[in-house]
């Protein structure tokens, strides 16, 4: 089968890539469930509004080529619109999830009107374009049988709601609670993270003490929950009405945190005007001439420089550790007309691996796209003395990448490495412009150097070698 590294399997299908297409090959049972839905209105409504990816069926031989007479057992093809870069739960920020969780309810809301439900709730079923959220796993819409519940409830509880309910009213980032299992967080684990008192936030005692309690009561009990649902005349409506409760729920909630280190870094840092106009001419200057069609932002904070790139580049991602930094770009993208632009949660010193089955079910940074050019802007001091990587070693991880590079050095004199160095052993004697200098020329041509006006900073376009 001629299709493209990365291709895979799920149980609706194989999710392929031809030609830099994405297609969804598919049973019979499947491609009739497809073709039932394909005409609804709701759904062509879906797509044409964004939050549903865009869906085509096309010929096995299309997406398969010559493969296509393999003997393959596959009854038809979908082509899927292709989501620019793939992006997962544990590198969002809080109201990118929320407004990931309300795409899925409405959907679903959508679907019942019409017999249709989703077999689960996760929300690796949802991508964002920029700042937009979409639902791509159309294989998850299925009809729903008379009588039965919403049999991806706990799935969204676990993926959606427990995290928002941690976050808004614990303040608990649940980045690494998702990054720690698949399958996020189970009745069992938070309510263990609430207090007795916490029962009385919104949506505590509902969603998770009494499913917790639940789901202690029924542990080794052989029971036919469809069964009993059925019997006791489960309806439709009262699923709706569960699924919009729960809807008016999420939209409620909230996170809004004090501060955090760096989210408020454009209000802290010691840049004169000058130097901010300097630094983003330079930036326009080598993204205009690069032209890349995705561009890596390292250490974005809230994106200014980001914004300056993007005008050159057909995709950016823009990532930082900070989740507040994260979550006020992501609110500013959405009050703006610029959407190809990704903000994204992530510790480059721990970056998000490849995991799940086989380590195939979620890819690396770097097998989702490599960029054709990196910004890396008040980043080195931070993984060189904070996380403790050696600079050859972050220049050589940053060359590996293959694209164009502009990175900034910030000298031992600036305010911000003296803050950093205050309370450390200085162990650091590969942190001056002289081995930085070095370690860049072994592993990139050095285009253009700029000091800027402090005499504390300097700028530097690279070329891959």
């Excluded at 932002?297 to 980001?306: E, I, M, P, Q, V």
């Amino acid at each position: 089968m001629s299709l493209e590294p990365g291709s895979f399997r799920d149980r609706d299908g194989r999710i392929a890539y031809r030609d830099g297409r994405v297609f969804r090959l598919i049973s019979a049972e499947a491609l009739s469930t497809w073709r039932s839905l394909s005409d609804k209105r709701w759904l062509t409504q879906a797509m044409e509004k964004g939050t549903l990816v865009q869906t085509s069926e096309v010929g096995l031989d299309e997406a398969l080529g010559e493969a296509a007479s393999d003997g393959n057992p596959w009854a038809g093809a979908l082509e899927h619109e292709r989501i620019p870069f793939v992006s997962y739960p544990y590198e969002w920020s809080f109201s990118m999830l929320r407004d990931a969780a309300l795409v899925t309810l409405d959907l679903l809301d959508a679907a019942l009107r019409e017999d249709f439900s989703l077999k689960d709730g996760t929300s690796y079923n949802v991508q964002f374009r920029g700042a937009a959220p979409t639902f791509i796993d159309i294989g998850s819409l299925e009809p729903m049988p008379a009588g039965s519940a919403w049999v991806g409830y706990r799935q969204f509880c676990q993926l959606f709601l427990f995290p928002l309910l941690l976050q808004a009213h614990k303040n608990l980032d649940f980045q690494p609670l998702l990054r720690g299992s698949l399958e996020g967080i189970s009745p069992e684990t938070a309510n263990g993270l609430f207090s007795a008192r916490d029962r009385f936030r919104a949506g505590v005692l509902t969603h998770v003490f009494l499913q917790a309690k639940l789901t202690r009561s029924m542990a080794g009990a052989q029971r036919n929950v469809g069964k009993e649902l059925k019997s006791a005349g489960f309806s439709k409506e009262l699923i709706r009405n569960n699924v919009r409760n729960l809807a008016k729920l999420v939209r409620k909630l909230t996170w809004e945190p004090a501060g955090s280190e760096w989210g408020d870094y454009t209000q802290q840092h010691n840049y004169d005007d000058q130097d901010q106009k300097i630094k983003a001419e330079f930036v326009d200057k080598v993204s205009a001439a690069v032209q890349p069609k995705l561009c890596w932002d390292l250490g974005a904070n809230t994106g200014r420089f980001s914004a300056v790139a993007a005008q050159h580049a057909d995709y950016l991602v823009a990532a930082d550790i900070d989740h507040l930094a994260v979550e006020k770009h992501y609110r500013s993208l959405q009050q703006s007309n610029v959407t190809n632009i990704l903000p994204m949660v992530l510790n480059l010193a721990d970056p998000s691996p490849s995991w799940g089955w086989g380590l195939a079910e979620r890819k690396s940074l770097a097998e989702r796209g490599k960029p054709d050019l990196i910004l890396a802007l008040a980043l080195i001091h931070h993984m060189v003395i904070t996380a403790n990587i050696p600079v050859e070693e972050f220049i050589a991880w940053l060359a590996g990448l293959g694209g164009h590079l502009v990175i900034e050095f910030v000298s031992r004199d600036d305010e911000m490495v003296k803050r950093l160095l205050m309370n450390k052993k200085d162990q650091y004697s590969d942190y001056y412009l002289e081995p930085f200098e070095a370690s860049l020329k072994r592993h990139f041509e050095i285009v253009e150097r700029l000091p800027l006006g402090s005499g504390n900073r300097y700028l530097y376009h690279c070329s891959p070698r």
